[in-house]
Protein backbone atom coordinates (compact mmCIF):
# COMPACT_ATOMS: atom_id res chain seq x y z
CA UNK A 1 0.00 0.00 0.00
CA UNK A 2 1.21 3.55 -1.42
CA UNK A 3 0.40 6.49 1.12
CA UNK A 4 -1.87 5.93 4.62
CA UNK A 5 -4.82 6.91 3.73
CA UNK A 6 -6.91 9.38 6.35
CA UNK A 7 -10.29 7.44 6.67
CA UNK A 8 -13.97 8.57 8.39
CA UNK A 9 -16.28 5.20 9.86
CA UNK A 10 -19.39 7.81 10.09
CA UNK A 11 -21.32 5.95 12.78
CA UNK A 12 -19.83 4.55 15.65
CA UNK A 13 -22.74 3.02 18.12
CA UNK A 14 -23.50 0.05 15.02
CA UNK A 15 -21.33 -2.76 16.36
CA UNK A 16 -19.56 -4.18 13.24
CA UNK A 17 -18.33 -0.95 13.04
CA UNK A 18 -16.11 -2.06 15.72
CA UNK A 19 -14.37 -4.87 13.36
CA UNK A 20 -14.78 -1.86 10.69
CA UNK A 21 -12.48 0.05 12.26
CA UNK A 22 -10.38 -2.38 13.36
CA UNK A 23 -9.71 -3.30 9.72
CA UNK A 24 -9.30 -0.33 8.23
CA UNK A 25 -6.49 0.75 10.97
CA UNK A 26 -4.66 -2.69 10.86
CA UNK A 27 -4.54 -2.19 6.96
CA UNK A 28 -2.58 0.89 7.66
CA UNK A 29 -4.98 3.72 7.94
CA UNK A 30 -5.47 6.30 9.61
CA UNK A 31 -9.45 5.94 11.06
CA UNK A 32 -11.53 8.31 12.40
CA UNK A 33 -15.12 8.11 13.64
CA UNK A 34 -18.34 9.87 13.80
CA UNK A 35 -21.50 9.27 15.52
CA UNK A 36 -24.65 11.67 16.98
CA UNK A 37 -24.35 9.41 20.60
CA UNK A 38 -20.87 10.54 22.14
CA UNK A 39 -20.73 7.22 23.67
CA UNK A 40 -20.78 4.77 20.45
CA UNK A 41 -18.73 2.09 20.82
CA UNK A 42 -16.74 2.59 17.84
CA UNK A 43 -15.38 5.92 19.06
CA UNK A 44 -13.64 4.68 21.58
CA UNK A 45 -11.72 1.99 20.14
CA UNK A 46 -8.18 2.54 20.25
CA UNK A 47 -7.66 2.35 16.73
CA UNK A 48 -9.33 5.27 15.77
CA UNK A 49 -7.26 8.34 15.74
CA UNK A 50 -10.03 10.92 16.24
CA UNK A 51 -13.80 10.88 17.15
CA UNK A 52 -16.19 13.41 16.38
CA UNK A 53 -19.91 13.59 17.42
CA UNK A 54 -22.15 14.86 14.64
CA UNK A 55 -25.58 15.29 13.60
CA UNK A 56 -28.61 12.25 13.42
CA UNK A 57 -28.72 11.46 9.59
CA UNK A 58 -32.88 10.30 10.34
CA UNK A 59 -33.89 13.67 11.92
CA UNK A 60 -31.36 16.02 10.52
CA UNK A 61 -30.25 14.34 6.67
CA UNK A 62 -28.59 17.41 5.69
CA UNK A 63 -26.72 18.69 8.82
CA UNK A 64 -25.30 15.11 9.00
CA UNK A 65 -24.23 15.70 5.65
CA UNK A 66 -22.99 18.87 6.53
CA UNK A 67 -20.88 17.55 9.02
CA UNK A 68 -19.68 14.70 7.60
CA UNK A 69 -18.12 17.11 4.81
CA UNK A 70 -16.92 19.75 7.76
CA UNK A 71 -15.17 16.81 9.42
CA UNK A 72 -13.67 15.40 5.61
CA UNK A 73 -12.36 18.89 4.98
CA UNK A 74 -11.09 19.31 8.66
CA UNK A 75 -9.33 15.86 8.37
CA UNK A 76 -8.06 15.92 5.04
CA UNK A 77 -10.04 12.43 4.53
CA UNK A 78 -9.23 10.27 1.67
CA UNK A 79 -12.21 7.94 1.97
CA UNK A 80 -15.36 7.89 3.52
CA UNK A 81 -16.71 4.24 4.81
CA UNK A 82 -20.21 3.86 5.69
CA UNK A 83 -20.91 1.05 8.02
CA UNK A 84 -24.75 0.99 7.70
CA UNK A 85 -28.13 3.13 6.83
CA UNK A 86 -26.11 6.55 7.58
CA UNK A 87 -24.19 5.34 3.90
CA UNK A 88 -27.63 5.85 2.38
CA UNK A 89 -28.05 9.66 3.25
CA UNK A 90 -24.29 9.81 1.96
CA UNK A 91 -24.70 7.82 -1.05
CA UNK A 92 -28.40 10.30 -1.71
CA UNK A 93 -26.09 13.77 -0.87
CA UNK A 94 -23.13 12.45 -2.57
CA UNK A 95 -22.14 15.31 -4.35
CA UNK A 96 -22.06 17.07 -0.93
CA UNK A 97 -19.40 15.61 0.45
CA UNK A 98 -15.54 16.65 -0.61
CA UNK A 99 -14.33 13.05 -0.68
CA UNK A 100 -15.16 9.28 -2.51
CA UNK A 101 -17.70 7.39 -0.72
CA UNK A 102 -16.90 3.44 -0.56
CA UNK A 103 -20.68 2.80 -1.05
CA UNK A 104 -22.79 1.80 -4.42
CA UNK A 105 -25.07 4.72 -5.87
CA UNK A 106 -27.81 5.33 -3.98
CA UNK A 107 -30.49 3.88 -6.63
CA UNK A 108 -28.65 0.38 -6.38
CA UNK A 109 -29.23 1.00 -2.72
CA UNK A 110 -33.00 1.95 -3.01
CA UNK A 111 -33.28 -1.23 -5.28
CA UNK A 112 -31.92 -3.86 -2.99
CA UNK A 113 -32.73 -2.36 0.34
CA UNK A 114 -36.53 -2.27 -0.49
CA UNK A 115 -37.50 -5.80 0.01
CA UNK A 116 -40.08 -5.28 -2.26
CA UNK A 117 -37.69 -4.46 -5.16
CA UNK A 118 -35.39 -6.66 -4.11
CA UNK A 119 -37.74 -9.61 -4.65
CA UNK A 120 -37.95 -8.42 -8.77
CA UNK A 121 -34.30 -8.31 -8.62
CA UNK A 122 -34.15 -11.97 -7.36
CA UNK A 123 -36.47 -13.08 -9.93
CA UNK A 124 -34.54 -11.22 -12.58
CA UNK A 125 -31.47 -13.30 -11.51
CA UNK A 126 -33.82 -16.63 -11.80
CA UNK A 127 -33.36 -16.87 -7.51
CA UNK A 128 -35.75 -18.01 -5.45
CA UNK A 129 -37.76 -16.18 -3.01
CA UNK A 130 -40.63 -16.77 -0.70
CA UNK A 131 -44.62 -16.11 -2.33
CA UNK A 132 -45.09 -12.28 -1.82
CA UNK A 133 -48.02 -9.90 -1.44
CA UNK A 134 -46.81 -6.30 -1.09
CA UNK A 135 -49.59 -4.10 0.66
CA UNK A 136 -49.38 -0.23 1.46
CA UNK A 137 -52.37 0.15 3.57
CA UNK A 138 -53.51 -2.14 6.94
CA UNK A 139 -56.86 -3.41 5.38
CA UNK A 140 -54.89 -5.10 2.62
CA UNK A 141 -52.56 -6.03 5.50
CA UNK A 142 -55.14 -8.17 6.52
CA UNK A 143 -56.48 -9.67 3.53
CA UNK A 144 -52.82 -10.49 2.16
CA UNK A 145 -52.00 -12.33 5.57
CA UNK A 146 -55.50 -14.46 5.45
CA UNK A 147 -54.22 -15.86 2.03
CA UNK A 148 -51.18 -17.79 3.98
CA UNK A 149 -51.47 -20.60 6.66
CA UNK A 150 -48.70 -19.02 7.75
CA UNK A 151 -46.95 -15.88 7.10
CA UNK A 152 -44.21 -13.39 8.04
CA UNK A 153 -44.90 -9.62 7.34
CA UNK A 154 -42.31 -6.69 7.55
CA UNK A 155 -41.56 -3.06 6.55
CA UNK A 156 -40.25 -3.24 3.10
CA UNK A 157 -37.95 -1.05 4.60
CA UNK A 158 -36.37 -2.69 7.75
CA UNK A 159 -33.57 -4.22 9.47
CA UNK A 160 -32.62 -6.78 12.01
CA UNK A 161 -36.07 -7.90 12.69
CA UNK A 162 -37.49 -5.18 14.30
CA UNK A 163 -40.83 -5.25 13.21
CA UNK A 164 -42.38 -8.55 12.82
CA UNK A 165 -45.83 -9.72 12.54
CA UNK A 166 -46.20 -13.73 12.50
CA UNK A 167 -47.94 -16.34 13.13
CA UNK A 168 -45.65 -18.81 13.44
CA UNK A 169 -42.87 -19.36 16.08
CA UNK A 170 -41.35 -17.65 19.50
CA UNK A 171 -42.63 -13.91 17.74
CA UNK A 172 -46.24 -15.00 17.25
CA UNK A 173 -47.22 -12.29 20.06
CA UNK A 174 -45.29 -9.53 19.16
CA UNK A 175 -47.41 -7.37 16.84
CA UNK A 176 -51.17 -7.60 15.68
CA UNK A 177 -52.41 -6.10 12.75
CA UNK A 178 -52.88 -2.71 14.38
CA UNK A 179 -49.87 -2.21 15.35
CA UNK A 180 -48.52 -2.22 11.82
CA UNK A 181 -48.88 1.17 9.29
CA UNK A 182 -48.15 0.07 5.83
CA UNK A 183 -48.08 3.33 3.92
CA UNK A 184 -47.06 3.91 -0.06
CA UNK A 185 -43.40 4.95 0.96
CA UNK A 186 -43.07 2.02 3.32
CA UNK A 187 -45.30 -1.05 2.62
CA UNK A 188 -44.90 -3.95 4.00
CA UNK A 189 -44.47 -7.95 2.64
CA UNK A 190 -46.39 -10.10 3.52
CA UNK A 191 -44.69 -13.72 2.72
CA UNK A 192 -45.38 -17.32 3.32
CA UNK A 193 -43.28 -18.75 6.27
CA UNK A 194 -40.37 -20.88 4.84
CA UNK A 195 -39.03 -23.65 7.06
CA UNK A 196 -35.45 -24.04 7.02
CA UNK A 197 -31.89 -22.91 8.63
CA UNK A 198 -31.00 -18.98 8.36
CA UNK A 199 -27.60 -18.08 6.61
CA UNK A 200 -26.37 -14.86 5.83
CA UNK A 201 -23.29 -14.18 3.63
CA UNK A 202 -21.19 -10.44 3.75
CA UNK A 203 -18.94 -9.59 0.77
CA UNK A 204 -16.44 -6.98 0.12
CA UNK A 205 -17.26 -5.62 -3.03
CA UNK A 206 -14.91 -3.53 -6.09
CA UNK A 207 -16.06 -2.31 -8.97
CA UNK A 208 -18.80 -5.07 -9.71
CA UNK A 209 -15.96 -7.96 -8.41
CA UNK A 210 -16.37 -9.95 -5.52
CA UNK A 211 -12.66 -9.56 -2.99
CA UNK A 212 -13.74 -11.18 0.37
CA UNK A 213 -16.77 -13.43 1.48
CA UNK A 214 -17.82 -14.97 4.37
CA UNK A 215 -20.98 -17.36 4.87
CA UNK A 216 -22.11 -17.55 8.12
CA UNK A 217 -25.39 -18.62 10.72
CA UNK A 218 -27.20 -17.18 13.45
CA UNK A 219 -26.09 -19.62 16.19
CA UNK A 220 -28.30 -17.65 18.84
CA UNK A 221 -30.96 -14.86 18.41
CA UNK A 222 -32.16 -12.35 20.28
CA UNK A 223 -35.85 -11.85 21.77
CA UNK A 224 -35.84 -9.09 18.99
CA UNK A 225 -34.95 -11.06 16.26
CA UNK A 226 -31.12 -10.30 15.57
CA UNK A 227 -28.48 -12.62 15.62
CA UNK A 228 -26.29 -12.35 19.31
CA UNK A 229 -24.42 -15.19 17.84
CA UNK A 230 -22.68 -15.81 14.84
CA UNK A 231 -20.58 -19.06 13.15
CA UNK A 232 -18.64 -19.14 10.13
CA UNK A 233 -20.09 -22.03 7.67
CA UNK A 234 -19.19 -23.66 3.88
CA UNK A 235 -20.41 -21.61 1.08
CA UNK A 236 -23.46 -23.22 -0.54
CA UNK A 237 -23.88 -21.39 -3.12
CA UNK A 238 -23.80 -17.85 -1.46
CA UNK A 239 -20.82 -16.57 -3.18
CA UNK A 240 -22.34 -16.81 -6.53
CA UNK A 241 -25.43 -15.20 -5.50
CA UNK A 242 -23.07 -12.13 -4.33
CA UNK A 243 -20.89 -12.22 -7.46
CA UNK A 244 -24.03 -12.21 -9.92
CA UNK A 245 -25.72 -9.28 -7.69
CA UNK A 246 -21.74 -7.40 -8.16
CA UNK A 247 -21.87 -8.08 -11.55
CA UNK A 248 -25.62 -7.00 -11.97
CA UNK A 249 -25.21 -3.37 -10.78
CA UNK A 250 -21.28 -3.02 -10.72
CA UNK A 251 -21.21 -2.87 -7.26
CA UNK A 252 -18.45 -1.35 -5.00
CA UNK A 253 -18.76 -1.29 -1.13
CA UNK A 254 -20.80 -3.64 1.78
CA UNK A 255 -23.26 -6.35 -0.03
CA UNK A 256 -24.81 -8.32 2.66
CA UNK A 257 -27.50 -11.13 2.14
CA UNK A 258 -30.12 -13.34 4.25
CA UNK A 259 -31.17 -16.69 3.25
CA UNK A 260 -33.01 -19.80 4.50
CA UNK A 261 -31.88 -23.28 4.04
CA UNK A 262 -34.28 -25.70 2.93
CA UNK A 263 -33.96 -29.41 2.00
CA UNK A 264 -34.80 -28.05 -1.84
CA UNK A 265 -32.41 -25.32 -1.75
CA UNK A 266 -31.93 -22.19 -0.66
CA UNK A 267 -34.45 -18.92 -0.61
CA UNK A 268 -33.51 -15.71 -0.40
CA UNK A 269 -34.85 -13.31 2.13
CA UNK A 270 -33.28 -10.02 1.85
CA UNK A 271 -30.11 -8.08 0.86
CA UNK A 272 -28.30 -5.74 3.41
CA UNK A 273 -26.09 -3.82 1.42
CA UNK A 274 -23.82 -2.22 4.55
CA UNK A 275 -21.55 -4.20 6.87
CA UNK A 276 -22.80 -7.15 8.24
CA UNK A 277 -21.64 -9.18 11.46
CA UNK A 278 -19.85 -11.01 9.25
CA UNK A 279 -17.13 -8.65 9.76
CA UNK A 280 -16.47 -10.04 12.88
CA UNK A 281 -15.52 -13.57 11.19
CA UNK A 282 -13.25 -12.44 8.62
CA UNK A 283 -9.49 -11.26 9.12
CA UNK A 284 -9.13 -7.67 9.43
CA UNK A 285 -6.87 -6.99 7.67
CA UNK A 286 -8.49 -8.78 5.01
CA UNK A 287 -11.46 -6.48 4.80
CA UNK A 288 -8.82 -3.45 5.00
CA UNK A 289 -7.16 -4.14 2.45
CA UNK A 290 -10.01 -4.42 0.24
CA UNK A 291 -11.42 -1.34 1.59
CA UNK A 292 -8.70 0.96 0.76
CA UNK A 293 -7.45 -0.75 -2.73
CA UNK A 294 -5.26 -3.68 -2.73
CA UNK A 295 -7.93 -6.52 -2.65
CA UNK A 296 -6.26 -8.95 -4.64
CA UNK A 297 -7.70 -12.09 -5.54
CA UNK A 298 -11.09 -13.36 -3.54
CA UNK A 299 -10.67 -14.15 -0.73
CA UNK A 300 -13.12 -16.12 1.37
CA UNK A 301 -13.22 -16.59 5.65
CA UNK A 302 -12.86 -19.67 6.70
CA UNK A 303 -15.44 -21.68 8.32
CA UNK A 304 -15.62 -22.78 11.95
CA UNK A 305 -14.81 -18.96 13.66
CA UNK A 306 -17.63 -18.04 15.91
CA UNK A 307 -18.51 -14.66 17.99
CA UNK A 308 -21.13 -13.34 20.40
CA UNK A 309 -22.19 -9.95 21.65
CA UNK A 310 -21.54 -10.34 25.45
CA UNK A 311 -23.64 -6.95 25.79
CA UNK A 312 -26.89 -9.30 24.89
CA UNK A 313 -25.83 -12.53 26.45
CA UNK A 314 -25.59 -10.71 29.74
CA UNK A 315 -28.97 -9.18 30.25
CA UNK A 316 -31.60 -10.71 31.27
CA UNK A 317 -34.40 -10.91 28.90
CA UNK A 318 -32.25 -10.35 25.82
CA UNK A 319 -32.00 -14.10 24.65
CA UNK A 320 -34.57 -17.00 25.28
CA UNK A 321 -31.97 -19.34 26.75
CA UNK A 322 -31.58 -20.44 30.26
CA UNK A 323 -28.76 -19.29 32.56
CA UNK A 324 -26.86 -22.48 32.57
CA UNK A 325 -26.87 -21.93 28.63
CA UNK A 326 -26.15 -18.44 28.70
CA UNK A 327 -23.11 -18.86 31.02
CA UNK A 328 -21.79 -21.96 28.80
CA UNK A 329 -22.17 -19.41 25.60
CA UNK A 330 -20.43 -16.57 27.63
CA UNK A 331 -17.22 -19.60 28.64
CA UNK A 332 -16.56 -20.65 25.61
CA UNK A 333 -17.52 -18.30 22.96
CA UNK A 334 -15.20 -15.46 22.32
CA UNK A 335 -16.74 -11.69 22.75
CA UNK A 336 -17.42 -9.53 19.22
CA UNK A 337 -16.36 -6.48 20.40
CA UNK A 338 -13.27 -7.22 22.63
CA UNK A 339 -10.09 -8.18 21.48
CA UNK A 340 -6.44 -7.76 23.04
CA UNK A 341 -5.84 -4.21 23.75
CA UNK A 342 -8.46 -2.65 22.90
CA UNK A 343 -11.32 -3.71 25.26
CA UNK A 344 -12.83 -0.07 25.45
CA UNK A 345 -15.57 -1.10 22.71
CA UNK A 346 -16.57 -3.63 24.78
CA UNK A 347 -17.56 -1.89 27.56
CA UNK A 348 -19.14 0.98 25.81
CA UNK A 349 -21.12 -1.87 24.33
CA UNK A 350 -22.80 -2.52 27.85
CA UNK A 351 -22.90 1.09 28.42
CA UNK A 352 -24.96 1.08 25.11
CA UNK A 353 -27.32 -1.61 25.96
CA UNK A 354 -28.64 -0.01 29.05
CA UNK A 355 -28.82 3.55 27.31
CA UNK A 356 -31.13 2.08 24.43
CA UNK A 357 -32.70 -0.16 26.80
CA UNK A 358 -33.95 2.86 29.11
CA UNK A 359 -35.08 4.43 25.79
CA UNK A 360 -37.07 2.09 24.73
CA UNK A 361 -39.11 1.40 27.72
CA UNK A 362 -39.49 5.47 28.71
CA UNK A 363 -40.71 5.75 25.09
CA UNK A 364 -42.84 2.63 24.82
CA UNK A 365 -40.75 1.44 21.54
CA UNK A 366 -38.75 -1.88 21.12
CA UNK A 367 -34.92 -1.85 21.81
CA UNK A 368 -34.22 -2.54 18.45
CA UNK A 369 -36.34 0.84 17.07
CA UNK A 370 -34.65 3.10 20.17
CA UNK A 371 -31.12 2.00 18.89
CA UNK A 372 -31.63 2.43 15.10
CA UNK A 373 -33.80 5.33 14.75
CA UNK A 374 -30.96 7.87 14.58
CA UNK A 375 -29.38 6.52 11.05
CA UNK A 376 -32.25 4.30 9.48
CA UNK A 377 -34.12 5.16 6.57
CA UNK A 378 -37.99 4.02 6.02
CA UNK A 379 -38.08 5.28 2.62
CA UNK A 380 -39.21 8.41 2.90
CA UNK A 381 -38.30 10.83 0.46
CA UNK A 382 -34.86 12.34 1.40
CA UNK A 383 -34.97 16.45 2.18
CA UNK A 384 -34.50 18.71 -0.83
CA UNK A 385 -31.20 20.07 -0.61
Not at 251 to 269: A, H, S
Not at 299 to 312: H, I, L, T
Request: proline share 6%; aromatic share 10%; charged share 25%.
Amino acid sequence: MSAKKNVLVPCGRFYPSIALVRALHEAGARVDVADSYKLAPALHSHAVDQMHVIAAPASDALQFVEDVAAVVRDRDIDLVVPAIEEGFYLAHYADRVPAPIFSPPFRTIERLHDKAHFQDVCRELGLRTPKTITVAHRDALRDAIAQFDQYLARPAFSRGGVSCLTNYGPRSDEMTVDDCEPTDDNPWLVQEFIEGDDACSFSVVRDGRVVVHCTYEPTVASTGGFAVQFTSIDDFGTLEVARRMAEKFDYNGFLGFDYRRTPDGFVMIECNPRVTAGSFLTPGKWIGEAVLGEPGELRFAPAGERRQYDAYMLVGDATRMSAGEKLHQLLTTPDATMVAGDVLPALYCLINRRHWSHEAKREHISLGEAFTRDFSWDGSPMPAA
